[in-house]
């Protein structure tokens, strides 16, 4: 089943009148950021283990 245009504006519109505008900004921004984050965790999982070896040949 898939959702139309139709269907996607209605979901936004009861979203506005159920949370407000203010508060779905919020929702907004802090979704975007967990994505940023989750992406850039996924991306370089191994950058945290090559900062250790990097810092334990420098010693």
Do not use: W
Request: aromatic share 4%; hydrophobic share 45%; charged share 30%.
């Amino acid at each position: 089943m898939r959702l139309g245009v139709t269907e996607i504006l209605l979901i936004l519109v009861l979203a506005l009148v159920v949370f407000g505008g203010g508060k779905l900004a919020g929702v907004g921004k802090a979704l975007g950021q967990s994505i940023r984050e989750f992406k850039k965790e996924v991306k370089d999982p191994n950058e945290e283990a090559d900062e250790a070896a990097k810092a334990e040949e420098n010693k």
